[in-house]
């Protein structure tokens, strides 16, 4: 089964809209790890954001914010006022505690900043 | 601090054929993961490296194998390619521990004829 789950493939929106990437886990694990990471075009993976299993608070980075809700096993991801060069495909990944550094990642999220 | 660097870049082989891919960790860094990225599988780990031990491997064949040296630098090796190899191969380096966050190469490009 999937462990991480972005039913989002691809998302277009307009420069300053806000928009929110959906991420799902599953994990049997009580201790785990969530992250994001951007994939622009140019294909380096870039780490945006951690969060851990007791931490539900939430945070917002600049025009950044996620929301962790443990009880919907949800890990979302909006950008606020976006801007072209939000353009990249977004990975949720998860890593549980006793397995190393092994990330599951999401399918990704495609999304398009139209100007 | 330098980044996780991987050679080479892009690669072009033939079916039947061996490969080897390199990485260099960042400085300090202990572990090493792989991950093969198509456009129909997504992300998928290989293999992570510890203190030049495997300590997971995911459910790849055993045509895909690694290994770590005492500096950290990893190596990955695919031998006989099939088409279905045709990938990016990224590399990604961090300090032990399910916590921390993985640090990404630019990945290498293989693409098998």
């Known amino acids: 089964a999937q462990k991480v789950t972005q039913a989002q493939t691809e998302i277009s929106v307009v420069e300053k809209e806000d928009v929110t990437l959906d991420c799902v886990y599953e994990?049997?694990?009580?201790?785990?790890?969530l992250f994001w990471y951007k994939q622009p075009p140019s294909g380096e993976l870039v780490f945006l954001i951690r969060?851990?299993?007791?931490?539900?608070q939430n945070e917002i980075s600049g025009r950044y914010s996620w929301n962790f809700q443990k009880s919907t096993s949800s890990f979302n991801f909006t950008i606020t006022a976006s801007q072209v060069v939000d353009s990249a495909v977004y990975f949720c990944?998860?890593?549980?505690?006793?397995?190393?550094?092994?990330?599951?990642f999401g399918t990704g999220t495609s999304l398009t900043v139209i100007p | 601090k330098a980044g996780v660097t991987q050679t080479p870049r892009y690669l072009i082989k033939t079916r039947g054929q061996q490969v080897t891919l390199s990485c260099s960790p960042i400085s300090g860094h202990r572990s090493v993961s792989w991950y093969q990225q198509t456009p129909g599988q997504g992300l998928q780990f290989l293999f992570e490296?510890?203190?030049?031990?495997?300590?997971n491997k995911g459910n790849f064949p055993g045509r895909f194998s690694g290994r770590q040296f005492s500096n950290s630098r990893s190596e990955m090796n695919v031998s006989t390619l099939e088409l279905g190899d045709s990938a990016l191969y990224l590399c990604a380096s961090s300090r032990t521990g399910a916590y921390n966050e993985q640090f990404f190469g630019p990945g290498t490009r293989l693409t098998v004829l």
């Open positions: 969060r851990n299993s007791f931490d539900e």
């Open positions: 490296y510890f203190s030049e031990t495997q300590r």
């Open positions: 990944a998860l890593s549980e505690a006793g397995y190393g550094n092994q990330f599951y």
């Open positions: 994990t049997r694990d009580t201790t785990y790890y």
